[in-house]
């Protein structure tokens, strides 16, 4: 099994920033692409961004130029950075990680979510 741990969210104003983070752990042979997804009240769950094993990213165009994901491999963790976030932003952001186990089982795991509320 894998656990997904999120960590970072909370209450920021409009303009400022924050940083989520995604610790993966448990039997992992390898991790494909994380990212984070969100889902605001009332609405469905909507891709943020994603980033390959090979750095290669994707963005909704909401968040393009304000927010920023990366990883660390070495740590299993993926970073989701945001900047000048805007009261729109506010929702419940899940990690999501394509990994592959040392049996050579492949699915997808999600994290628990969590909050950020952008307010003043």
């Known amino acids: 099994q894998v656990q997904l741990v999120e960590s970072g969210g909370g209450l920021v104003q409009p303009g400022g920033s924050l940083r989520l983070s995604c610790a993966a752990s448990?039997?992992?042979?390898?991790?494909?692409?994380m990212g984070w997804y969100r889902q605001a009240p009332g609405k469905q769950r909507e891709l943020v961004a994603l980033i390959t094993n090979y750095n290669s990213t994707n963005y909704a165009d909401s968040v393009t130029g304000r927010f920023t994901i990366s990883r660390d491999n070495a740590k299993n963790t993926v970073y989701l950075q945001m900047n000048s976030p805007k009261p729109e932003d506010t929702a419940v952001y899940y990690c999501?990680?394509?990994?592959?186990?040392?049996?050579?089982?492949?699915?997808?795991?999600w994290g628990q979510g969590t909050q950020v509320t952008v307010s003043s």
């Open positions: 448990g039997s992992i042979f390898a991790i494909y692409t």
């Open positions: 999501y990680a394509d990994v592959r186990d040392p049996r050579m089982s492949r699915r997808d795991y």
